[in-house]
């Protein structure tokens, strides 16, 4: 799973945490899904990805 390709991903202002989830709500040095998973033991379980479908759905 790639978190740049899911619409939960964001990238923060932050050098030290530049990656986040927003469901999750977590900043990371790696992928947000790798931090889900060093701390739950499970994959990530909101994984969306990024299509036309999701971008039409969000911007009303």
Same mark, same amino acid.
């Given at each position: 799973?790639?978190?740049?390709?899911?619409?939960? *991903?964001?990238? &923060?202002?932050? /050098?030290?945490?530049?990656?986040?989830? =927003?469901?999750?709500?977590? !900043? +990371?040095?790696?992928?947000?899904?790798?931090?889900? *998973?060093?701390? &739950?033991?499970? /994959?990530?379980?909101?994984?969306?990805? =990024?299509?036309?479908?999701? !971008? +039409?759905?969000?911007?009303?």
């Amino acid at each position: 799973m790639n978190c740049m390709s899911c619409v939960n *991903f964001f990238i &923060t202002w932050d /050098p030290k945490f530049p990656m986040g989830c =927003k469901l999750y709500g977590i !900043k +990371s040095k790696t992928a947000p899904n790798d931090q889900v *998973f060093q701390n &739950t033991g499970q /994959p990530c379980l909101v994984y969306q990805p =990024k299509n036309a479908d999701n !971008k +039409s759905q969000h911007s009303s």
